[in-house]
Structures are given as C-alpha cells and as structure tokens.
C-alpha cells in the first residue's frame, strides 16, 4: 500500500530543535521531488522546503532559511527535516508531499502545494514556553 508517514513531531520550547522523518512505504522515493508544508487551522499549506531527486539545490521558504535543513536518503526511503532555533511562529501541522518526477518547477523557493499528488497524514510541530 502507497504510503507517507511523518514522525517526529513534539512539544518544543523556543530556540529548541527537531528532527522530523518522512518515510515512504510501497513505493521507492528515487524518483519523486519532496517537499514539507505546515498548515494551522483556518489557513492554506505554506511550503517550507523541498528536495529535488538528485538531492541537490534544496529550497526553503525565507521564514526557515538559516534555521531549516532538508534532506533525504533514497536507500532508507525517508526524507528528513532538521528544524533549528525554533519559533512559536513554526507551530503547525508539517506535511510531506511527493510529486513524480524532476520538473524543476516542483521545487522552487516557495514550493506549491497543489502540485504534489501524495500526502502524508502530518506531525504536530508546537513551539511554546
């Protein structure tokens, strides 16, 4: 069964860090563009990052860059996202997507929801005191 399955989510203080994991099960990650979304209620998925397949020039959103680092590992079939002085401002449900192929497009600075086809169920991410 085609599956994504985030982890890794968690209660957080500010300035904390968290690693989350993206794992795909039923199909192989080789040749799908990743990318991670949060969302919080009454508000569309924002893009955070993405991953092209060659796994090179990742982009992430201005709000995480410095802080924020996606990577994957085809052999493990897991993409992970290692989040670094966290804010309150990062709270939110996190959603890894995949989308066939390397079209460029899929992953640019700001990547767009509606063109990954494959969601996970998301991780809650809170970043409180």
């Known amino acids: 069964q085609w599956q994504l399955v985030e982890s890794g989510g968690a209660l957080v203080q500010p300035g904390g860090s968290l690693r989350l994991s993206c794992a795909a099960s039923?199909?192989?990650?080789?040749?799908?563009?990743l990318g991670w979304f949060r969302q919080v209620p009454g508000k569309d998925p924002e893009g955070v990052s993405c991953?092209?397949?060659?796994?090179?020039?990742?982009r992430y959103a201005d709000s995480v860059k410095g802080r924020f680092t996606v990577s994957r590992d085809n052999a493990k079939g897991t993409m992970y996202l290692q989040m670094n002085n966290l804010r309150p401002e990062d709270t939110g449900a996190y959603y890894c997507?995949?989308?066939?192929?390397?079209?460029?497009?899929?992953?640019?600075?700001?990547?767009?929801?509606?063109?990954?086809?494959?969601w996970g169920q998301g991780t809650q991410v809170t970043v409180s005191s």
């Open positions: 997507a995949a989308e066939w192929g390397a079209d460029p497009d899929i992953c640019t600075d700001i990547p767009r929801a509606g063109l990954y086809s494959y």
């Open positions: 039923g199909f192989t990650l080789d040749y799908y563009t």
């Open positions: 991953i092209r397949t060659s796994g090179m020039n990742p």
